[in-house]
């Protein structure tokens, strides 16, 4: 996940990939007016801070409590994370081009235990390093998992819309922001 660029028009097409929140996540902090719990941390062989201090700012700035676990998490720890936290989603950023390959070993392994099966989980930033043939792994990290994918080049307004349609309210209204 990274800031829009400058000029909307010079940009292509937004790519983001998402589930509709049709299912979400019965967590303990579901039903707060003020947002939602959320988790943020990168994948176990990225070492970048800045996105998830901007994930973190953006989250919080929508009203969403913000629990971030920090850079190069092995799978183990942010699976104990989200039971120790019980957040109501989470959100894998990478920089290092990486997000592809740990994010779908990622996945499985929380998608394997019973108690984080439903939880949603997000996924987004530079998840390759081969340019416009990093537009394949959105339908992949989608097939092994994940709730949504969001490509880099697309900014972060494919971001920002798929949380606001996860606000409480949207949710309470079947989904529709």
Do not use: Y
Not at 9 to 25: F, G, K, L, N
Not at 42 to 64: A, I, K, R, Y
């Amino acid at each position: 996940m990274s800031s829009p660029a400058p000029s909307q028009d010079a940009r292509p097409a937004a790519r983001a990939t998402a589930r509709p929140p049709s299912r979400p996540h019965a967590g303990p902090h579901a039903g707060r007016a003020t947002g939602q719990r959320v988790l943020v941390s990168s994948v176990s062989s990225d070492s970048h801070t800045w996105n998830l201090v901007f994930l973190q700012l953006l989250l919080e700035e929508l009203g969403n409590e913000v629990i971030n676990v920090g850079a190069c998490v092995p799978d183990d720890l942010l699976i104990a994370e989200c039971r120790r936290t019980s957040p109501d989603m989470v959100v894998i950023s990478s920089v290092n081009g990486h997000g592809h390959l740990d994010g779908r070993r990622l996945i499985g392994r929380l998608r394997a235990e019973p108690d984080l099966a439903g939880l949603p989980v997000v996924i987004g930033g530079k998840l390759g390093t081969r340019g416009a043939e990093n537009a394949a792994h959105g339908p992949e990290l989608m097939a092994a998992g994940f709730d949504a994918v969001f490509e880099d080049s697309a900014g972060i307004a494919p971001f920002r819309e798929f949380l606001e349609a996860r606000t409480p309210a949207a949710l309470t209204a079947g989904g529709a922001a």
